[in-house]
Structures are given as C-alpha cells and as structure tokens.
C-alpha cells in the first residue's frame, strides 16, 4: 500500500507529471468516486473520521473546521475554498515543494475539498516570489479543466468548480486567514475581528474555508484509499504523513514526507544526516520561526502536535530551524525578531511599537551596547506581545522564540553584555 | 499656508488628477481578464497595480492615478494597498531585482558575508540601484527553500547555495544578457 502519499509522484529531477501520469497512479480518482454516488456528507464525515489536522500552523481539525460552514438550501449560495499557499514562515519550505513537485494532487484536493462545503468557485493565494509554482497550476489546471474534471457540471455531477490562482504581493501577515480574505478582496491585508469566523462569513461575507497546502494535499489519499488505510499510516498519536524539514547546519538539509509519531532524533540524525563535521547541536526550532525552542534533551520527543506541545513548543509547520554551538544564538533570535518587527502590520499598538522596540535592542546587544535594563525590557515583552493581548497571533508567535530564547540561552545574553559584544565574532 | 506647502500639495496625488497615464491597450487586456475572475471590481486593484508594474517595471505616480481612474477606484485606496505590500515598486528600480533572502536559515548559513558580497561588488546597500540601473538589492522574508540556503531571486530566477563565486558568475550574466540585447 501507499505509505507517502503527499510525495509518491514527486521527483525534482524532472518536470511534474501530467495529468496523464498522475492518473495512471491513482490520481483523480476520487471524482470518479463522487461521479459514481460519494455525496458531500459522505466525503465531509471521512475527513471527520480521518483526524486529519490543519497543517499550516494551527493544527485545528480540518473535518471539523469545515462542518461550520452552513449547509442546506437557506445557507447562502455562493461558498468559497481558499488555499493558502503563502508560505513565508521563516524556515519553512514544504508547501512548495507539494506546488512544484505535484500540482494535481493539490487541484485533486481542492475538488475534495470544495465539494464537501459546496463551494463553487476556489482561489489559490499564492506567495508572488513563487514563479515556478504559478506556473506549474496554471498548466495543470488548464489540463483538468479540459479533463472535465473543472469548470460547469463536473462529470454530469451537477457540481461546478471554478479555480482561480491569485498571486500575493509579498507581505507575511496574508498568512493570517482573515488578512488573507481582505488581500484577497484587494484591501490591505489588516487581520478582521472574530468572530464571525470566515467558515460563517468570509470572502466578501460569504461562508469561506481557508486550508494550507499540506492539509488539501492529504485529502486525495483519505478519499481514494480510505480511512483505515489513512489510520494506519501514523506511528503516533496523530493521523497521516506530514512532511518534515531540517535546515541549518546539519549534513544533507531537506523536506521528507515521514509517518507522524517518529522521534525528533531520527529526522535529524537518520534524514538530515546529523550536524556537520565540528559542530554540535544547540538547540532547534521544531516548526518554523514562531515556535519555541527545543534542546537536545528533547530529542526524543515524537514529531505529534501534543508531545510537542507538552514541552512547551509547537509542531506548527513541521519545518525545523537546527542551532549549531558556533552560532550566536542571540543574533539567530534577533534576526527573527527583525522578520516579526517588518512583517508587524501596524494594526495593534503593542505589535506595532513592540517589535521594533525589541529589535532595536537585540541590534544593541549585537553592538555590545545591551544592558540589564535592556534585557529586562525584553523579557516584558514576551508578556506585552503574548497571546490575547494583540489583535492577531503574529506577535504571539514572535514570543515564542523570543521567550524560549531568553530561558535557554540567558548565559548567552549575560556574555554579550558583560564582554560589550557579540562572543561569538571575537 | 507657506508656498513651501502649496508647492507639496501640488506633487501630492490627490491634487493630480490630470496627471495620470492613460493605460496601455495590453495592460487593459490584462485587468479586463482579472475582471472576470472576482465579483468585485475593489479585487483588482492590486492585481492591475502588478499588471502595470509589470509592463512599466514599477508604479509611478501617473500609472496608479490611470489605475484610479480605470477602475473607479480612489487614489488613496489604491496608495493604501500599493505601499502595504513589499513587491510593489513606487520607485523605479534596475534591470533586474535582487530578492535576498535574510531570514533565519539563510542568516544560520552565511547570507551577510554573501550579503557584503554583493554591496562590495555592486556598491549598493538595500533599496539602492545601481549606477548603471542593471540591479536594484532588495531583503525579502524566506523563501521557502532553506534547505539550500543561503538563497537569492534575480528577476523570476531562484539562485540556491550561493557563495561568493557564484554571486560573481550571477552578476556577470546578468550583466551579459543586458549587452547581448
Ligand atoms: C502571521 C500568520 C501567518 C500565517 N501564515 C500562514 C501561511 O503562510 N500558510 C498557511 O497555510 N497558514 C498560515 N497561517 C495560519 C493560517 O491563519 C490558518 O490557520 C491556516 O491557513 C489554516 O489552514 P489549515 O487549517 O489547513 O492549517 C498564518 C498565521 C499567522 C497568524
Ligand atoms: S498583532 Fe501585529 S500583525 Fe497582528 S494585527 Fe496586531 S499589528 Fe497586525
Ligand atoms: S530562510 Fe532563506 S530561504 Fe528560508
């Protein structure tokens, strides 16, 4: 049986398949399901009963999150699917490798998924510096349209779907969905009040979900192969495959799609090859630039959303940021802290003038000019910038690092003011 | 009011209506096509402001106001979006931008020393155009390939592993295929 469904197709030496090659292992066979009786319920209650959950970040039940969305003949009529594909999480690079590698299995499970909440028209929200990507779709849906399997009546089903691919202008905040939904409409991209949540009202006020890539790429194996097969998948408590990325100074960087469940340890010594002659392993990012660190005493934890969780991080986008002992750790969190201060929008006051504060400082401890009221300032911040206190989670997510840092790496702080510089560039 | 100030009013959009660019027959072909692809014309704005941006290399003043004025939407709405968002150009820019990456693994893997690389070779520092007008340094977030950081963009094209060497090699074919035209 297939065991790495999101990749089976992907080959980087070579163009992706065509429709033909794709369906010649397995693909769009789900639309032959539906053609042939599968309703919505039906397909709704599998990615129920799947446990698949949201891989852009959240980790929210996608089964769930999708039966908000009002069904029914007084629902309104227009409903929208919105694939986020805006990757710009520092250290993250899954969803174009998903994009590039097998533009069909995405477009195979947009239609999934678009059917199950009875949407008709899709947008893919594609990052701009994505070039290769866009092409990739355009080309592909071209080829499943003239398959029928888009378009008006899809194999005499009733069911329409339209997919329009959007191409962003480059601001990481569109990752938000709600900033997402207002880029979309051609307005800043400011995150919305919640509720009301975009599965009630979203796209231009009509019912909308928004999946990252990851997530609707899992969808064709749960509706082909089933749910028994999916469940059997993992080898922890979470369900399905996950790709897993490892960058930083390890021997042979990369992104693998890898069964749940698996210890931290083997992606990184079995995959990634280990750290590179002369180095060791400080610490690491588990899910990309806003999640918490980790230290090698976690190595053995299993890449699950929970197990992660119970030491404080957050799988988040299963794309790992390594830490080598000859890199300041100081100038590795600064350096996201700048990321969050320019990527700020500028909507919420403690997110705005916070993160630029904070950045100013770490540039004053890489000068050797930090203090001990500095790095007391800091420390507020992870309380000022915390969950609950700004009007969206990008500031949230910029403490995790941030507070993580100051925990593990105090030692580091302390040199770097005591020796009025940065340690490690002297 | 000083004439310092009526002077500012004067270059300021709101107060130049007259002056916008009429838009070019294939950049109308262009937004009519988004047209159809969103039920609200409001959509299209950043799309036509990449559409015009593409042709033109960038967003003068003139073009947004001919944007407006196409699309029935305010100047200051359009401004709104334009500036909110990194890949919209308001200044002219080189020949070819430079997207470089300086998140966090491309800072774990050595991207300042390919950064000063390029400021030594180029003479130019973020946001700054070359004398030549061949390259324009742009910092742009991650992009989605640390695996084979430290990693740039020059126009569409993704350049992985760079070291220093290969900046050179880069800057001289980009540099060639400018003399080739
Ligand atoms: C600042 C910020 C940036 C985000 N960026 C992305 C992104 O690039 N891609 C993504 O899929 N989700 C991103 N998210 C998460 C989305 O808001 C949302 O949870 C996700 O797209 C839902 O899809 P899922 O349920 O399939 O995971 C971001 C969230 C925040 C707060
Ligand atoms: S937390 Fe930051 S990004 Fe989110 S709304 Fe506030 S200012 Fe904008
Ligand atoms: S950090 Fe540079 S490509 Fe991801």
Redesign the pocket.
């Given at each position: 049986m297939v065991n790495n469904p999101l990749t089976k197709n992907i080959d980087m030496t070579r163009p992706p398949m065509d429709i033909a090659a794709y369906e010649a292992n397995d693909g769009y066979q789900s639309i032959k399901a539906i053609a042939k009786g599968l309703s919505s319920d039906d397909v709704l209650q599998q990615v129920k009963d799947s446990g698949l959950?949201?891989?852009?970040?959240?980790?929210?039940p996608?089964g769930l999150?999708w039966s908000f969305v009002p069904r029914g003949d007084d629902s309104p009529k227009q409903k929208y699917l919105v694939v986020?594909?805006?990757?710009?999480?520092p250290g993250?690079f899954k969803?174009r490798l998903l994009m590039e590698g097998d533009p069909h299995l995405m477009i195979e499970g947009m239609i999934i998924a678009a059917y199950a909440i009875h949407a008709s028209k899709a947008y893919i929200f594609l990052?701009g510096e994505y070039i290769v990507s866009q092409q990739v779709l355009t080309r592909a849906i071209a080829e499943a349209e003239e398959r029928g399997y888009l378009g008006k009546n899809i194999l005499n089903t009733g069911f329409d779907l339209d997919i329009v691919v959007h191409t962003s202008a480059g601001r990481?905040?569109?990752?938000?969905?709600?900033?997402?939904l207002n880029a979309l409409e051609g307005k800043r991209a400011n995150?919305r009040a919640k509720p009301p949540f975009p599965q009630v009202s979203g796209l231009w006020g009509k019912p909308t979900i928004?999946?990252?890539?990851?997530?609707?790429c899992n969808l064709p194996g749960i509706i082909t192969y089933g749910v028994d097969w999916y469940h059997g998948l993992t080898k922890g408590n979470d369900h399905g495959t996950k790709l897993f990325g490892v960058s930083g100074k390890v021997k042979t960087p990369g992104c693998w799609e890898l069964p749940l469940g698996l210890p931290i340890r083997e992606l990184l010594e079995d995959y990634a090859g280990g750290m590179q002659d002369g180095l060791e392993l400080r610490a690491f990012l588990p899910g990309g630039g806003?999640t918490d660190f980790m230290l090698p005493q976690h190595l053995d934890v299993t890449l699950d959303y929970d197990e992660i969780a119970k030491v404080g991080s957050r799988l988040a986008?299963g794309t790992m940021i390594v830490l080598d002992n000859k890199t300041c750790p100081v100038g590795m969190v600064g350096n996201l802290m700048r990321f969050f201060a320019h990527?700020s929008c500028g909507f919420c006051t403690p997110c705005r003038d916070g993160l630029p504060w904070v950045d100013e400082i770490f540039n004053e401890f890489e000068n050797g000019r930090g203090n001990e009221k500095d790095l007391q300032i800091l420390h507020d911040h992870v309380t000022y910038l915390g969950p609950g206190r700004t009007f969206?989670?990008?500031a949230?997510?910029a403490t995790a690092p941030l507070g993580s840092g100051l925990k593990y790496f105090k030692e580091d702080f302390d040199r770097h003011i005591k020796e009025k510089c940065c340690p490690y560039k002297h | 009011m000083s004439n310092g100030d009526v002077k500012m009013s004067n270059d300021m959009i709101a107060s130049t209506a007259t002056r916008h660019r009429k838009l070019s027959a294939e950049e109308i072909a262009e937004i009519e096509h988004e047209m159809t692809l969103y039920p609200d014309k409001k959509a299209v704005g950043l799309e036509a402001l990449k559409i015009v941006q593409k042709y033109q290399g960038w967003v003068s003043d003139e073009s947004l106001l001919g944007i407006s004025k196409y699309l029935g939407i305010p100047a200051s709405d359009l401004e709104g979006v334009a500036t909110f968002f990194n890949l919209v150009y308001r200044e002219p820019v080189g020949k070819n931008v430079i997207l470089f990456c300086d998140s966090v693994s491309c800072w774990i893997m050595g991207c300042e020393g390919i950064k000063k690389h390029i400021k030594d070779t180029l003479d130019i520092n973020y946001g700054e155009t070359t004398k030549d007008g061949d390259f324009t340094l742009i910092p742009v977030p991650c992009l989605g390939d640390c695996d084979r950081a430290p990693v740039m963009m020059v126009g569409p094209d993704l350049h992985r592993n760079l070291t220093p060497g290969a900046i050179d090699k880069i800057i001289l074919d980009y540099s060639k295929s400018k003399s080739a035209e």
């Open positions: 959950k949201g891989r852009g970040g959240a980790g929210f996608t999150k986020n594909a805006d990757e710009m999480e993250t969803d990052r990481y905040i569109c990752g938000e969905e709600t900033a997402l995150p928004v999946n990252n890539v990851e997530t609707i806003s986008t990527e969206c989670a990008l949230p997510g | -």
